[in-house]
């Protein structure tokens, strides 16, 4: 089993030096990706539902942004040779797929093919309306964004037409260095969410759950990919406990799940409580991983 790191990382408190010392440590521990989540804003006040918390509120101050993703893993990149660089989620279907193109496939030109990318379709509408873009019929705005993406990642000359998109014959570059192109993880644990997973997905990203709700999923996924012809060696799992125990005894019950990559949450604020926290990751899941 693969262990990898999800870092919520926020202004003010995570400075340049400490994401350069996130990116170092997390490769010098044997590490296998770091993840990075989006929201472009957030506000005081909102009527969506934050899926993971029971009050249905993210837990995270107005005044306390995401650091952007892209911007953040190509900060990492510079820093590494070996770390995966994932996006834990990107909210494709409220921005424009050309520029996710763009800045996915020079993330992973830059990082010499270290990207996973991992989507999804977003839960907090006052987003989207910030945005300027409906709320609306995202799953299937999503997967039409994500052919978009997958056109200009792929072809020489790209071209689209669909309902939600027209992208003319257009030439982009630079192209991913992965072939056919980066890994599509898709996140969400609803039926609809893991239909995306068999019906187009590289691999599943499973949030907020414990090894029992893991076997769940995985059962409904089997389903589902059993009715496409599809097994589950052609996906990667990946899951995150989010605030759930992630000590050695829970590692060894999500591998016995099925889960290939167990991704921990990093909350520190200072570069001493980073490197602590690493070590302590380190001894208790990278190393005993390696024998599962």
Not at 123 to 141: H, I, K, M, S
Not at 257 to 270: E, F, K
């Amino acid at each position: 089993m693969k262990i990898g790191l999800f870092a919520p990382l926020r202004n003010p408190h995570h400075t340049p030096d400490y994401i350069r010392a996130l990116g170092r440590l997390a490769e010098e521990r044997d590490f296998h990706s770091l993840w990075l989540g989006e929201h472009v804003v957030l506000f005081d006040e909102y009527e969506s539902s934050y899926p993971y918390a029971e009050d249905g509120k993210i837990g995270l101050a107005g005044d306390s942004g995401l650091i952007e993703a892209f911007t953040a893993l190509a900060f990492v990149a510079a820093e590494t040779r070996k770390l995966r660089l994932g996006t834990g989620i990107c909210l494709v279907p409220q921005r424009n797929p050309v520029y996710t193109a763009k800045e996915t496939a020079s993330l992973d030109y830059l990082s010499d093919g270290r990207l996973d990318f991992g989507v999804g379709v977003g839960w907090l509408a006052e987003e989207f309306e910030a945005l300027g873009v409906p709320f609306a019929r995202r799953g299937a705005r999503c997967r039409e964004y994500l052919e978009v993406i997958k056109r200009l990642w792929c072809d020489e000359i790209s071209a689209h037409e669909g309902e939600f998109y027209t992208l003319p014959a257009c030439r982009q570059y630079p192209k991913p260095v992965q072939r056919p192109h980066p890994p599509i993880y898709f996140g969400g644990e609803s039926e609809v969410a893991l239909r995306r997973v068999a019906d187009i997905g590289d691999g599943w990203h499973g949030f907020n759950l414990t090894p029992e709700a893991t076997v769940d999923c995985l059962a409904r996924l089997d389903g589902l990919l059993g009715d496409r012809g599809r097994g589950r060696d052609t996906v990667d799992i990946t899951v995150s406990p989010y605030l759930h125990p992630a000590d050695g005894e829970a590692m060894k019950r999500y591998a016995e799940a099925g889960v290939d990559q167990l991704v921990v949450m990093v909350l520190t604020r200072t570069t001493d409580q980073l490197e602590r926290q690493l070590d302590l990751l380190a001894q208790t899941l990278v190393r005993p991983a390696a024998g599962l």
